[in-house]
């Protein structure tokens, strides 16, 4: 399997880089190891991943010098999710779109980002100075309190399948609305990750993308190969290939980019 797995295209929507060389923030006390783009690309060797998606972490905060080095040294095909002050100013945003940032990422469960309660404002001003999308880290069972304003707005994915079976109806109706989710962290979830996988596919073919989450910091159990083992073992091979490649190419790289007020 382990063969075969080589040879499979995939995007990894959800990775975190962890450089000593930039400023860590404890998060209520932890400080994670090192995880240079070294480490990373040592991590995939075995692995035919062909582009995927940095996530600022709660450790990480505001700064932004990070995220520029990493993508830098992992290339075009590598884009950034980061977290921002929702009065940033356009021309910081806009800079960081230039060198491939390519979400706004609210982490509820850990902290470390702009308030949930600037959602709707933030989300849909980004969306709009460079359609960037936005990426939610939250328990499902919080999903209520802020659906109504979620469903509405214009791009929106939801991390590692929402973490908990409590609520995970609340996820679905949102993947019906087009929310999109990433299959990630599976190490992470209390419930069957082939069941979530498959009730959230019947909802929209095009919601899930898979994610390594290395290196898998506080989780239970780190990314394993039998992770997409997994993928393949739940569905059929189309589909097992939009979860693993298409869909979030389509959602990071392929989509229609507005001109930059600069360019």
């Keep these: 399997m382990e063969k075969f797995i080589s040879c499979i295209k995939l ?34 060797t075995n692995l035919n991943v062909i582009g995927g998606a940095i996530v600022s972490g709660s450790f990480q905060g505001f700064d932004q010098t ?42 509820v469960n850990r902290g470390g980002s702009e308030s949930i309660s600037r959602l709707d404002y933030f989300a849909r001003r980004v969306h709009e100075l460079v359609n960037w999308h936005s990426e939610l880290y939250i328990d499902s069972k919080n999903l209520a309190e802020i659906t109504t304003t979620v469903e509405k707005l214009p791009a929106v ?23 999109k989710v990433k299959a990630t962290g599976f190490g992470r979830i209390d419930f069957d990750a082939g069941e979530a996988i498959r009730s959230i596919y019947a909802a929209n ?5 898979f994610g390594t989450d290395l290196p898998s910091t506080r989780a239970k159990r780190p990314f394993q190969y039998s992770d997409i083992e997994l993928i393949f073992n739940t569905v059929d091979e189309i589909a097992a290939e939009k979860i693993l490649f298409k869909n979030a190419v389509n959602w990071y790289l392929s989509k229609e980019r507005k001109a930059n007020k600069n360019d």
Excluded: W
């Excluded at 090192?34 to 991590?43: A, H, T, V």
């Design 11 to 44: 995007f990894d929507s959800h990775l975190h880089i962890i450089d000593r060389g930039f400023p860590l923030i404890p998060n209520d006390g932890y400080v994670p190891d090192y995880y240079p783009c070294e480490d990373y690309l040592k991590s995939i």
């Design 205 to 209: 073919p095009d919601a899930l993308m």
């Design 66 to 107: 990070y995220l520029m080095n990493a993508l830098k040294i992992l290339g075009d095909s590598f884009v950034g999710v980061t977290q921002l002050p929702y009065n940033t100013p356009d021309d910081v945003i806009i800079t960081l779109d230039k060198v491939g940032v390519r979400a706004l990422r609210f982490n």
């Design 157 to 179: 994915s939801i991390d590692h399948l929402g973490l908990s079976k409590t609520g995970f109806s609340q996820l679905l109706s949102l993947v019906d609305k087009g929310v």
